[in-house]
Nanobody
Framework: QVQLVESGGGLVQFGGSLRLSCAASGSKFRLAVMGWYRQAPGKQRELVATITRDSTTSYADSVKDRFTISRDNALNTVVLQMNSLKPEDTAAYYC??????????WGQGTQVTVSS
């Protein structure tokens, strides 16, 4: 069973920055994809950014040019650097990883709140 531990959420003012980290442990297999999703109250969970093992990245249009995702394959960690934060970025952010065999795992979520 894969365990994901997230950190780095919090309260920040409009235009500020936060850095989210997620550490994965317990996987018997290499992690193919690591990423971040978010869910705001009353809304569906949505993809924020993903990164493959060879560092191919994908971003939601709403965060392009503001957020940067990176990973360390040796440590099984993924980081989301969030800059120029807006109130609409307020949500619970969830780390997600998937193995090459298709198994997916979610973190417990970390709250990000951006004040205007």
């Amino acid at each position: 069973q894969v365990q994901l531990v997230e950190s780095g959420g919090g309260l920040v003012q409009f235009g500020g920055s936060l850095r989210l980290s997620c550490a994965a442990s317990g996987s018997k297999f290499r992690l193919a994809v690591m990423g971040w999703y978010r869910q705001a109250p009353g809304k569906q969970r949505e993809l924020v950014a993903t990164i493959t093992r060879d560092s191919t990245t994908s971003y939601a249009d709403s965060v392009k040019d503001r957020f940067t995702i990176s990973r360390d394959n040796a440590l099984n960690t993924v980081v989301l650097q969030m800059n120029s934060l807006k109130p609409e970025d307020t949500a619970a952010y969830y780390c997600y990883v998937a193995t090459y065999y298709g198994s997916g795992y979610w973190g417990q979520g970390t709250q990000v709140t951006v004040s205007s």
